[in-house]
């Protein structure tokens, strides 16, 4: 399954703020209330999060819902990034 720029910088970022609060990928999973397989895939950029998921993450690390997120120019240049090189795969 391709990862999607986008979904990366945003599991880099969550993986990060979990890091920080000295929490487990595994603890913090299980406080969620989700699978550790399926929050291991969103912090490697292999899942699209429900927005729920987003409220209940931003809930259990103490931040806003828009902490979660890279600045739109970093979102941007990703994509950006990852077009190019899909234009240079399929050339």
Sequence with gaps: MPIHPQLLLIGQ????LREER???????AIELGLARSYY??????????ATLNL?????????????????V?????????????QKKGAG
């Design 13 to 16: 970022r969550l993986r990060k």
């Design 22 to 28: 000295g929490v487990s990928q595994e603890n913090f």
């Design 40 to 49: 291991g895939g969103i912090e490697r950029g292999h899942r699209n999060l």
């Design 55 to 71: 409220i209940r993450i931003a809930d259990s690390l103490g931040v806003e819902v828009g902490d979660l997120f890279p600045s």
């Design 73 to 85: 120019k970093e979102l941007r240049s990703a994509r950006s990034r990852s077009a190019q090189t």
